[in-house]
């Protein structure tokens, strides 16, 4: 059996806030030498599973002109699958084969053996992030997914990608406000509230539900009069009567207390003078030991 090629998300998504245009090692040009392209059916193509949930029109357009000029520079990449074929690498240029209405597509078809399949949606976050930028809400979105398929904290998740846990708490926190705002799935993925950077969600997040759909719908209607969202400020001015209020708590008088409170309070304060009593042996044990 072939090795399977080593995938470390982590060094991809520290690439991503620098937006490299390196190819990501599992899929380069190189390794997709060393195999034949053949020319699939494009109803053969399985996509399922892609991060990516938004893609631009415009760019797809400009994708299918420009490979109904020169033709298709670099093949996809697929695996078998219940004898089809799924997309790994490539779903932009699948969609504007799609536009061109193309029959075929070249691609290169990795062996089932060579590819760790429980790592596909990593494998696929790692190309959309290398080839064009994702939107903030689809890094968001896909980095939710990677926790939620390793069942990991913000904490665990941030450590195994290189990225601070308050790095990944924000974006976490934006996908989290996007999933309950659209809680319908067949909305439109060119909806503004996908454009929203996680900047100002992050200024949303301390609402609760109902008061964050009215920011979203003051950012939106900034957005569709002035052709741009608020600034932070602003959103931050705007939301800072819709926060809870921190009411101060504060302690309840001994008279108050019953009688079996009382007793937990003192059995308390017993036990925290035991352990000052043991450390204070301990101290002065240590300090004759220095005395002889």
């Excluded at 009567?241 to 937990?264: F, V």
């Amino acid at each position: 059996m072939k090795n399977k090629t080593n995938f470390n998300p982590a060094d991809i998504l520290s690439k991503a806030s620098n937006r490299t245009s390196s190819l990501n090692p599992f899929l380069s040009s190189e390794n997709a030498n060393q195999h034949q392209t053949i020319d699939i059916p494009m109803d053969q193509i399985i996509t399922e599973n892609n991060p990516r949930k938004t893609f631009n029109d415009a760019s797809i357009r400009e994708l299918a002109d420009s490979i109904s000029q020169y033709g298709l520079l670099q093949p996809i990449v697929v695996r078998k699958k219940a004898g089809k074929y799924e997309l790994i690498n490539g779903e932009r240029r699948y969609r504007a084969h799609k536009l061109l209405k193309s029959k075929t597509i070249p691609a290169v078809v990795k062996n089932v053996e060579q590819i760790d399949i429980t790592k596909l949606p990593e494998i696929k976050l790692v190309e959309n992030l290398q080839r064009e930028d994702l939107s903030e809400s689809d890094l968001a979105l896909s980095l939710q997914e990677l926790k939620n398929r390793h069942k990991e904290t913000n904490e665990q998740l941030a450590k195994r990608i290189h990225k601070s846990a308050q790095w990944v708490k924000t974006k976490i926190a934006h996908a989290e406000i996007l999933k309950e705002t659209s809680l319908n799935s067949n909305v439109d993925k060119s909806h503004p509230i996908y454009q929203i950077p996680t900047s100002l969600f992050t200024e949303i997040a301390p609402l609760d539900v109902s008061n964050r759909k009215k920011a979203i719908d003051y950012l939106i209607k900034g957005l569709e009069k002035k052709g741009d969202f608020p600034s932070r400020n602003d959103l931050r001015e705007y939301v800072r009567p819709l926060k809870p209020t921190k009411q101060s708590k504060t302690k309840p008088k001994l008279k108050q207390l019953e009688l079996k409170d009382l007793k937990s309070k003192l059995a308390k304060i017993k036990e925290k003078i035991s352990v000052l009593q043991n450390e204070k042996a301990i101290l002065e044990e240590t300090i004759r030991k220095y005395k002889k």
